[in-house]
């Protein structure tokens, strides 16, 4: 049974730019959530779709969107990057949210912003 | 809102030794309670989790945890710790009951140093 893949695993951007990150989830896992990791913050919740509809967002500027598509296949899309939104950032799904299941997570995106 | 204290940054253990990583919530009622683990580069990975029932919880690769509602504490354990367990360790809260929530709350973590 594959897991959670995020492409690609390693970005490099110029300030500016926009980039859109990739995250396809566990084969029948409809709920989809990603999140930013930086040494200074630690993980932070970026936002959570389930059934193509977004369920709830972190605390993050609008610079930061996202999409679920159909086939529980999820984007997120980064604009006007900025040198602070260097991080790993993961993608995690699970069956549905709300249901106590966990999340199991990609081995995530490496962005690095110069 | 809910927080999540790790209050160990870093901890070192000998090989064969046992292990206890600490871990403490905020939140009005009973979340549901995660430990993952994560290698450098790597994602997290679920050691185990809590939502209902026994509090002693049993995960993989020999670690268990423990709910005590008292304490508000879901500390992690291993009895005897291999090198391969150096890594980092983070506990985790999820209040959503399906209404609804901020994703999981991540504690700072805690980096576990194995001395030879």
């Known amino acids: 049974k594959a897991g959670v893949t995020q492409t690609p695993r390693y970005l490099i951007k110029t300030r500016g730019q926009q980039v859109t990150l990739s995250c396809s989830p566990i084969?029948?896992?409809?709920?989809v959530s990603w999140y930013q990791q930086t040494p200074g913050q630690g993980l932070q919740f970026l936002f959570e779709?389930?059934?193509?509809?977004?369920?709830n967002k972190g605390n993050f500027p609008g610079r930061f969107s996202g999409r679920q598509f159909s086939n529980s296949r999820s984007e997120m899309n980064v604009s006007t990057l900025e040198l602070g939104d260097s991080a790993l950032y993961l993608c995690?799904?699970?069956?549905?949210?709300?249901?106590?299941?966990?999340?199991?997570f990609g081995s995530g995106t490496r962005l690095t912003v110069v | 809102a809910q927080s999540v204290t790790q209050p160990d940054i870093h901890i070192t253990v000998s090989e064969g030794a046992s292990l206890e990583l600490r871990c403490n919530y905020s939140?009005?009622?009973?979340?549901?309670l995660f430990w993952y683990v994560q290698s450098p580069g790597q994602g997290l990975q679920l050691l185990l989790k809590?939502?209902?029932?026994?509090?002693l919880v049993q995960g993989i690769k020999g670690f268990e945890a423990e709910f005590k509602r008292s304490q508000s504490s879901f500390n992690l354990r291993k009895p005897s710790v291999h090198w391969s367990d150096a890594a980092e360790y983070f506990c985790?809260?999820?209040?959503?009951?399906?209404?609804?929530?901020?994703?999981?709350?991540f504690g700072k973590g805690t980096h576990l140093i194995i001395q030879p």
């Open positions: 995690a799904s699970s069956l549905a949210p709300g249901q106590g299941q966990g999340y199991t």
């Open positions: 084969s029948g896992h409809r709920s």
């Open positions: 779709y389930f059934s193509e509809t977004q369920r």
């Open positions: 939140y009005g009622a009973t979340p549901y």
């Open positions: 809590y939502f209902s029932g026994d509090t």
């Open positions: 985790a809260v999820d209040e959503d009951s399906g209404g609804g929530a901020d994703g999981l709350t």
